[in-house]
């Protein structure tokens, strides 16, 4: 019985990765990185206009600071213009094959049990969170019943600071993004993303590394901003306080020289949009 249950199982694996590799797929997945570039630049452009406003509203002007800086904010731009639904469509599509590659290989990928084998699945699990998380919300906006991130965040935060071990669990999840924040801050510095990208280019390769290092190190220091916000909410017992990437541009801004703070991480989220346009062409899929 445990023979035959696991010559299925091996089977079945072999059938997703049949599926994972097959050119279609490898399409959509490309499809997902275009997609998701797409989202980053907007953030880094709702940023920007947010530290721009904050500035200009310091030394007396109106500043422009209506709606949110953050996934939401972003899908909620691209509905709102011609052809969005489409677009949306494109990005749901696309990042949801991401998603299912990158739980192909967590589950069926890596063929010895070492610690760096299991450590790759389960960066490969992660990456299928995120992206599964952008999948949803496009789709839910493309069928009108977008929600802000925010909000779902403190609802998240509050329903977790309710039940027994909240706080810890909260702490748990801080600590997680805290984590995944100083990683990709890792991987820019360290260029590590290399590994995942066939070798571009000579006239390519400088701007893609400019790229790929400015975006990673901003989005690091965003979701870890992201996660000291949720670890403050569980020590304050305060959902409030645990909020996504909208809080923290919010908290960048509030510091001392946050409004050019908040634009350079701005443009940072640009350039990993940008990237992501590159990644699109040159990851190894």
Same mark, same amino acid.
């Given at each position: 019985?445990?023979?035959?249950?696991?010559?299925?199982?091996?089977?079945?694996?072999?059938?997703?990765?049949?599926?994972?590799?097959?050119?279609?797929?490898?399409?959509?997945?490309?499809?997902?990185?275009?997609?998701?570039?797409?989202?980053?630049?907007?953030?880094?452009?709702?940023a920007i206009l947010l530290g721009i406003g904050n500035a200009a509203a310091g030394s007396g002007s109106q500043g422009s600071q209506s709606g949110e800086t953050d996934q939401s904010g972003a899908l909620a731009q691209i509905a709102a213009v011609p052809g969005g639904?489409?677009?949306?469509?494109?990005?749901?599509?696309?990042? *949801? =094959?991401?998603?299912?590659?990158?739980? %192909?290989?967590? @589950? /069926?990928? $890596?063929?010895?049990? &070492?610690? #760096?084998?299991? !450590?790759?699945?389960?960066?490969?699990?992660?990456?299928?969170?995120?992206?599964?998380?952008?999948?949803?919300?496009?789709?839910?906006?493309?069928?009108?019943?977008?929600?802000?991130?925010?909000?779902?965040?403190?609802?998240?935060?509050?329903?977790?600071?309710?039940?027994?071990?909240?706080?810890?669990?909260?702490?748990?999840? *801080? =600590?997680?993004?805290?984590?995944?924040? %100083?990683?990709? @801050? /890792?991987? $820019?510095?360290?260029? &590590?993303? #290399?590994?995942? !990208?066939?070798?571009?280019?000579?006239?390519?390769?400088?701007?893609?590394?400019?790229?790929?290092v400015a975006g990673y190190v901003a989005k690091g220091i965003a979701v870890t901003i992201v996660g000291v916000l949720v670890a403050v909410a569980a020590f304050r017992s305060d959902p409030d306080q645990a909020t996504g990437l909208d809080g923290a541009f919010d908290?960048?801004?509030?510091?001392?020289?946050?409004?050019?703070?908040? @634009? /350079?991480? $701005?443009?940072?989220?640009?350039?990993?949009?940008?990237?992501?346009?590159?990644?699109?062409?040159?990851?190894?899929?």
């Amino acid at each position: 019985m445990n023979t035959s249950a696991e010559a299925t199982a091996r089977e079945t694996g072999r059938q997703a990765r049949r599926v994972a590799d097959s050119r279609w797929f490898e399409l959509t997945a490309r499809a997902g990185f275009v997609g998701s570039g797409v989202v980053h630049l907007l953030i880094g452009y709702l940023a920007i206009l947010l530290g721009i406003g904050n500035a200009a509203a310091g030394s007396g002007s109106q500043g422009s600071q209506s709606g949110e800086t953050d996934q939401s904010g972003a899908l909620a731009q691209i509905a709102a213009v011609p052809g969005g639904i489409v677009l949306l469509w494109v990005v749901a599509v696309g990042t *949801a =094959a991401l998603c299912l590659r990158l739980v %192909i290989e967590a @589950v /069926v990928g $890596g063929r010895t049990d &070492s610690a #760096r084998a299991w !450590l790759a699945r389960a960066k490969n699990a992660a990456k299928a969170v995120v992206y599964g998380a952008i999948a949803y919300s496009a789709g839910s906006f493309a069928l009108g019943a977008g929600k802000s991130s925010s909000g779902s965040t403190r609802s998240a935060a509050a329903k977790a600071l309710a039940t027994p071990g909240g706080v810890f669990l909260l702490l748990l999840v *801080a =600590a997680v993004a805290v984590a995944i924040g %100083i990683g990709l @801050v /890792v991987i $820019g510095i360290r260029r &590590s993303y #290399r590994k995942q !990208l066939v070798t571009p280019p000579r006239s390519v390769e400088p701007t893609l590394t400019v790229l790929a290092v400015a975006g990673y190190v901003a989005k690091g220091i965003a979701v870890t901003i992201v996660g000291v916000l949720v670890a403050v909410a569980a020590f304050r017992s305060d959902p409030d306080q645990a909020t996504g990437l909208d809080g923290a541009f919010d908290a960048l801004r509030s510091m001392p020289g946050g409004s050019v703070v908040l @634009v /350079v991480v $701005g443009i940072g989220f640009l350039a990993f949009g940008a990237y992501s346009f590159l990644r699109a062409k040159y990851a190894k899929i």
